[in-house]
């Protein structure tokens, strides 16, 4: 790697690249043996080490950990710390579908490692997977390569649900991926359904999913 060296006293010395370093990328620094101190010591031995640039890292995801009102269709969007390189996405991200615990809504009732997913009931088709958008100027939406989205294909009703993004997610440069594999589980909506109850003098609707209020006219429903 070019660059330039200077001293800081006369016991360290910092090097300086020519060029930014390159994200997820690992460097060797090596050290010659045959170093020598002014009173004439030498190292004896080669000195090496290594270190690591910035790996990816997800930052923020939708829906979030643990949501019970994902819908079949929905979009969910992940962001990272970096541009990334949108086809090892295609690669990385998986969305596993769980049958959903009788009588309770936990938002882990699976084992979030690589063997739990193997108890899967399926896995499903990513669809649509592009990079997301941003507010650009003059609040015109605008491509953001640091996000993606997709539409996982045929979500069921009232299922529980495991996203993962592997170890194989890379940024727009470097070849490291995530440090590991991450998991986000969530539920989907139940079918739609109502149910009412009386408390006193109110009467209560409760619904399966969320109810649009725009759509829903009050004049629709009569006691």
């Known amino acids: 790697m070019r ?6 006293g006369t016991s360290t010395l910092v090097f300086e690249p020519s060029e930014s370093l390159t994200k997820a ?20 031995i080669t000195y090496e080490t290594s270190f690591e640039t910035v790996r990816p890292l997800i930052l923020s995801a939708t829906p979030s950990y643990g ?8 979009s969910m969007t992940l962001t990272f710390n970096h541009d990334v390189h949108l086809g090892s996405m295609k690669k990385a991200i998986h969305v596993y579908e769980f049958a959903r615990p009788k009588g309770g809504d936990s938002p882990v ?8 997913m193997k108890k899967a009931i399926r896995s499903l088709a990513i669809d649509a997977l592009e990079y997301g958008e941003q507010p650009g100027p003059e609040g015109k939406m605008v ?9 996982p ?4 009703y009232d299922r529980e649900y495991v996203l993962v993004v592997t ?5 727009s440069e470097g070849d490291l991926g995530l440090t590991e594999d991450y998991f986000l589980p969530f539920y989907s909506v139940r079918e739609f359904s109502v149910s009412l109850s009386g408390f006193g003098n109110t009467v209560v609707l409760c619904s399966s999913s969320p109810i649009d209020p725009n759509a829903a006219e009050i004049g629709r429903a009569h006691v």
């Not at 491509?143 to 539409?151: A, D, I, L, M, Y």
């Open 25 to 44: 990328t690992r460097y060797s620094v090596k050290v010659d043996g045959a170093m020598t101190s002014v009173g004439g010591d030498s190292l004896g």
């Open 167 to 171: 170890k194989d997610a890379r940024l």
């Open 143 to 151: 491509r953001n390569p640091s996000s993606v989205t997709f539409k």
């Open 3 to 8: 660059g330039k060296f200077r001293w800081i």
């Open 109 to 116: 009732s699976v084992e979030l490692t690589e063997e739990g």
């Open 153 to 156: 294909r045929d979500i069921a």
């Open 67 to 74: 949501s019970r009102m994902v819908g079949p269709g929905d």
